[in-house]
């Protein structure tokens, strides 16, 4: 069994993943509970799909603070991400912080199967700009599907 628990532990001011277009993980993950920082998430303006499989720990894809202490922060951007799949019976509390969604100009699918604990797609956090009167807008959105069972 893989014992990942993060993709980078240590200070990421010399680390970019502006290239990564794909993400997929796949099930064998077990005790990864976010994939990314605060900070190497500022670098995924390229990202077009996440798919996310059965990890057993997880609970978001970003992390809410990094070993230097950033809050997430209203400048993270996600404009080319299209499609967004989760499938697993994991510890999810949220998918992204509600500060991501006026970027999520460009998604088009949300699939959202077996997550039995997450509480909240889009949640308001630390830093969030958004109001409670401002609305949240996805206009290539074309497939939003929510299936979930009991993890009992």
């Not at 990421?12 to 605060?38: A, E, G, R």
């Not at 995924?44 to 894809?61: A, N, Q, Y």
């Not at 497939?143 to 009992?152: D, G, M």
Request: hydrophobic share 40%.
């Amino acid at each position: 069994m893989v014992e990942l628990k993060c993709i980078w532990k240590g200070p990421t001011k010399h680390v970019s993943l502006k290239s990564l277009i794909h993400l997929k993980l796949w099930p064998s993950l077990h005790k990864l509970t976010f994939i990314f920082t605060p900070s190497l998430a500022h670098s995924l303006f390229h990202l077009e799909t996440l798919l996310i499989l059965s990890c057993g720990e997880f609970k978001h894809i970003i992390g809410e603070e990094d070993d230097e202490r950033e809050i997430i922060s209203e400048s993270l951007r996600f404009p080319k991400l299209k499609t967004i799949f989760i499938s697993e019976r994991g510890n999810w509390e949220h998918v992204f912080p509600v500060c991501v969604s006026p970027s999520l100009v460009n998604l088009e699918q949300i699939m959202i199967r077996d997550a039995g604990n997450l509480k909240q797609i889009f949640y308001s956090g630390k830093g969030d700009a958004l109001s409670i009167d401002d609305i949240i807008n996805f206009p290539q959105l074309r497939k939003l599907s929510l299936f979930f069972q009991s993890c009992e």
